[in-house]
């Protein structure tokens, strides 16, 4: 799964500390912390008819994990939604958009990691551009990648970070075999998620997902697992082998870029009988209808 460039973010307006800039114009420091380490946390958040689904709770992990890196100064819930209207009423836009929010620990007087350097901060970028859920509904393939999801003891996936090496690794061992994205296993050999989604697999009509402690608190993964619980659907949050998922009746992945998206293939075998299964079907339902009702008023 490739992304194409969209001709209608040729000439979109960025906000970087609250400056409107035309794409072309947009930049920042060299001496930011995110181009000095990664040292950044971003959201991806997604507009729906005029109102941003779940911005609370994106906000809230974009501050959480702002604070797990002690950075100083992380602007308050209502100063990045004021941005972020800002943003996209600069840009005229309403649906089908996909917002990335950025930021980083700001910018220091010299090239380093230590955040003692930083004289002047954060920095927060609204990147906000056109972009329909991303990945395609008939179904994806995947390898399982050679590259482990860290535990928290190792770096903390409960940190929504910039640094996305880890992904970026094993999306190169997908593009490489061919498929869309790449599976992870912790480092106990469990699945943790793929390089940018959580995964879901069914199985005797029982929704289960991996815990979520070698993958981020994902918001559509618990909006999943909320509308389990509201419709009585049985589900689980356990550890799954890679066996398990083999021989699943149905797996899809989740994620704010791409809702849910059945999984068709991993490792060259095929999951159920390889198409939109009847239970993946019925959440995407239930969850097309959240998103057409619920969210926060933003346009
Ligand atoms: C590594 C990773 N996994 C999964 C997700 C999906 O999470 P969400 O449903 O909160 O968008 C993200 C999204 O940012 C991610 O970065």
């Not at 809230?60 to 996209?88: G, H, M, V, W």
């Not at 230590?114 to 859920?133: F, Q, S």
Request: charged share 20%.
């Amino acid at each position: 799964m490739l992304q194409q460039f969209n001709q209608a973010n040729r000439d979109i307006i960025i906000n970087i500390n609250s400056k409107l800039l035309p794409r072309i114009e947009a930049g920042i420091s060299p001496f930011d912390s995110v181009v000095q380490g990664g040292d950044a946390v971003w959201e991806g958040l997604r507009l729906y008819q005029g109102r941003i689904f779940k911005l609370n709770e994106h906000l809230d992990r974009l501050r959480s994990s702002a604070q797990a890196l002690a950075f100083t100064d992380i602007p308050t819930n209502e100063y990045l939604t004021a941005e972020i209207k800002k943003t996209l009423a600069a840009n005229k836009m309403a649906d089908g958009v996909h917002i990335r929010l950025t930021l980083t620990r700001g910018v220091k007087n010299t090239s380093g990691m230590d955040p003692r350097l930083n004289t002047a901060g954060p920095t927060l970028i609204v990147l906000a551009e056109h972009k329909p859920p991303v990945y395609e509904k008939g179904g994806l393939t995947l390898i399982t990648s050679s590259v482990r999801r860290f535990p928290p003891d190792c770096m903390d996936p409960k940190i929504h970070s910039c640094n996305l090496i880890q992904s970026i690794l094993a999306k190169i061992e997908a593009n490489v075999a061919g498929v869309d994205d790449a599976l992870m296993l912790d480092k106990q050999g469990f699945v943790a998620e793929t390089n940018a989604t959580h995964i879901f697999i069914v199985d005797n009509n029982i929704v289960l997902t991996p815990h979520c402690s070698a993958c981020p608190e994902g918001i559509t993964r618990a909006t999943v697992l909320d509308i389990c619980q509201a419709n009585k659907i049985p589900h689980q949050e356990k550890d799954l082998s890679l066996t398990e998922i083999y021989r699943a009746d149905e797996m899809f992945c989740t994620g704010t870029m791409g809702e849910l998206a059945t999984i068709s293939k991993v490792d060259g075998r095929t999951i159920g009988n390889g198409n939109i299964g009847k239970m993946t079907k019925r959440l995407s339902e239930l969850y097309a209808n959240l998103t057409a009702n619920e969210g926060v008023q933003v346009v």
